[in-house]
């Protein structure tokens, strides 16, 4: 954010203050960037093909963990494609997700950003399973230091037949 030009920012209800916070508020206000907070239920158009379902956090949000389990969770459509983001959830906010969504299409997606990193804490069974994706991304970086993804995680997408990349 310091270093490119950005018009908008999108973020959800912060659940509590932190350092890093903080210094975003900072470069948000001396950049004069505008800032969109997002809830389950809203849409962002992106194009007249495109937008994005926002599909979590609830206004009522998860205390454990509170800064990760209350990531955004984003369905991306376009024409026919769709890609489910899930920030850095873990299980109990899947939980969550499961029990709103479980009667419905909303998770289902052709594609999956696994959440947390690939985190053993994340990409629970019952969640892939209404996921149903096609392709998995995990986003990782080469030797860090948590040993992510997590081969229990890796061993899940596989069964439910993703293809990791």
């Given at each position: 954010?310091?270093?490119?030009?950005?018009?908008n920012i999108i973020i959800s209800m912060q659940g509590k203050e932190s350092?890093?916070?903080?210094?975003?508020?900072?470069?948000?206000?001396?950049k004069k960037i505008n800032i969109i907070i997002v809830k389950k239920g809203d849409y962002l158009k992106i194009?007249?093909?495109?937008?994005f379902e926002i599909l979590f956090p609830e206004e009522d949000l998860i205390k454990e963990n509170i800064l990760n389990n209350n990531s955004i969770v984003a369905k991306f459509y376009c024409m026919g494609f769709t890609m489910l983001f899930t920030g850095d959830i873990e299980e109990i906010a899947e939980k969550r997700l499961i029990a709103l969504y479980k009667e419905t299409k909303k998770l289902e997606a052709t594609v999956i950003k696994v959440a947390h990193h690939g985190s053993k804490t994340?990409?629970?069974n019952e969640f892939l399973k209404l996921v149903k994706p096609k392709l998995a991304f995990i986003g990782v970086g080469k030797n860090n230091n948590f040993g992510h993804p997590n081969d229990v995680v890796l061993d899940r997408l596989i069964n439910e037949r993703s293809k990791n990349i």
């Open positions: 954010m310091e270093n490119l030009k950005v018009k350092e890093n916070l903080s210094k975003f508020k900072e470069i948000v206000t001396k194009d007249k093909f495109s937008y994340s990409s629970i």
